[in-house]
């Protein structure tokens, strides 16, 4: 029986360690100390009573039989992610490891006259927001690597009918044993979008405005607009920009649900110039990923492989998960003018990678570069019986954006303007190549009488020829020495005026 919804959630009264639980399979766990507890659950450690083993490998949840966090993420694995399921799709898929929890068990319990519903899982370990906290910032390479293993998730769950809906650093947690895994845990929140077939259609209800976590959630769940599978991507969007910069730009504005909104709105609408001036250098691949999110029609499957090219462009193969970023932030080179051509930089990056996605691509995917293209592409591999799309305004409203944000993509590479990128504190900065040239500052940018004056021409060669040293000067410390030489000449001229007087 489904717990009420307008139920008021409890945390549960705890339970004591050693009581043995008798799942639904008829198998028996015994209860060992608490480890932590949630919004309204609490979780222990588990053994299993044929297998008894000092080092616990399964942990339970345990809820209030009327709460609903613990029964929605129960139906999530009964539904979608069995063992079974979830061994087939990583070998269909070549993956090396799926990062969803497993799951081992389910029953009902009683203590002291109310009822516990109980889930076994498998025993995780220390989660992304505490090493966050440890270390601020993550390394570039380490934000992409989490990215895609996400989107390993976020395919398989999606393809199962479900979105997760709450991405967060406090919601992965590494493995136990092997903690260069990642999983992403946590499926109180998740929704099913499109039960047997049928997309849920778009409404949006001011009543549900804002839900999930204010700091992450997508702009459909403040619109209070069912979950769909590009919600799940936009979060984890913003994620990865929050965990690359150590900030996003309306953390403080948490209390005001719309002042964020409006703030994620603008961040979105001004893509890719506003992660580029909100983020370190080597944001490029978040940007343009966000731009493919951001784009996606309400009840569009993604092209999740074009969305791993974005964040691996190279095709790298995943290695360990690093998270300290001492050894890059000493080794970073230390440039003379740091704010001169970042964004510039960071924005040709943004180009190349373009380029390089549309020269690995099939004929079919270059045929897709437009996500109104990829629609029509993608089109017979939605599920059967969808609804129509967004209404006619959003829709037209993304197709302008899109085309917009292509246009800034190849404009602001030729931009004459130079400007850098908004640099944090403690964030990570990865080295990159400055496209300047010698003759990058123009005469027209020295004094004027630096271009007008021949005689001062002339005592510049006769410096070239005598010391050679002239080529090595940069156009700044030649205006300096001009300025200098006819300062020290005029002084000298007065010195010898006054004397001649006196």
């Known amino acids: 029986m489904p717990p009420r919804k307008n139920e008021k959630y409890k945390l549960p009264v705890p339970l004591p360690e050693g009581q043995v639980l008798d799942d639904t399979e008829g198998k028996q766990w015994i209860l060992g100390k608490m480890i932590g507890s949630g919004g309204f659950g609490l979780i222990y450690l588990a053994f299993p009573t ?7 490998r399964h942990v339970i949840k345990v809820e209030y039989q009327e709460n609903g966090p613990l029964f929605s993420e129960l139906k999530f694995y009964q539904r979608a992610a069995k063992k079974d399921s979830i061994k087939k799709w990583i070998a269909l898929k070549q ?12 029953g009902i319990t009683e203590f002291k006259g109310r009822s516990y519903r109980f889930m076994v899982m498998e025993r995780l ?62 499926y109180g929140l998740s929704y099913r979008y499109c039960p047997s077939g049928n997309h849920k259609q778009y409404q949006e209800n001011p009543r549900k405005g804002h839900n999930g976590t204010i700091e992450f959630t997508s702009l459909d769940a403040h619109k209070g607009v069912a979950l769909s599978r590009r919600s799940d991507l936009e979060i984890l969007g913003y994620c990865l ?37 909100w983020a370190p250098s080597g944001s490029s691949e978040i940007a343009q990923y966000l731009l493919c999110a951001r784009d996606l029609a309400y009840d569009e ?52 990678m373009q380029n390089r996605l549309i020269g690995k691509q099939g004929p079919s995917e270059r045929s897709a570069e437009s996500c109104a293209a990829r629609r029509r592409v993608q089109g017979e591999e939605e599920p059967s019986g969808l609804p129509s799309r967004d209404p006619p305004q959003e829709s037209t409203r993304r197709r302008q954006k ?9 404009a602001v590479k030729n931009s004459p303007q130079i400007s850098s990128c908004v640099q944090l504190p403690n964030s990570f900065y990865e080295p990159h190549q400055y496209f300047t040239s010698p003759d990058m500052f123009s005469k027209s940018r020295s004094p004027s009488w630096y271009t007008d004056a021949s005689t001062t021409d002339m005592e510049v060669t006769e410096l070239e020829s005598s010391t050679g040293l002239w080529h090595t000067l940069s156009e700044e410390t030649k205006s300096d020495v001009y300025y200098y030489g006819i300062t020290i000449v005029f002084l000298f001229i007065l010195v010898c005026l006054a004397l001649y007087f006196l």
């Open 241 to 277: 920009l929050r965990w690359l910069c150590g900030k996003l730009p309306w953390e403080r504005n948490l209390k005001d649900p719309v002042a964020v909104q409006t703030a994620k709105t603008n961040l979105l609408d001004e893509l890719p110039e506003s992660v580029l001036k």
């Open 95 to 106: 993956l090396d490891y799926l990062g969803i929890p497993l799951f081992y068990g389910s």
């Open 50 to 56: 044929n297998k008894p083993d000092k080092d616990a």
């Open 402 to 410: 899109y085309c917009e944000s292509q246009e800034c993509l190849n």
């Open 301 to 352: 499957k993604p092209n999740y492989q074009m969305l791993r090219k974005i964040l691996n462009p190279d095709g790298m193969p995943l290695g360990p998960l690093e998270f300290s970023t001492k050894e890059e932030s000493l080794n970073m080179p230390a440039p003379n003018n740091p704010k001169v051509d970042s964004r510039k930089a960071t924005t040709k990056q943004v180009n190349q």
């Open 125 to 186: 370990g220390i989660d992304l927001q505490k090493i966050s906290d440890q270390n601020g910032t993550f390394k570039k390479s380490t934000v992409l690597q989490l990215g895609i293993r996400m989107l390993d998730v976020l395919e398989y769950i999606h393809e199962n009918e479900y979105v997760h809906g709450d991405i967060k650093a406090a919601n992965l947690l590494l493995g136990y044993r092997n903690p260069d895994r990642v999983y992403l845990a946590d």
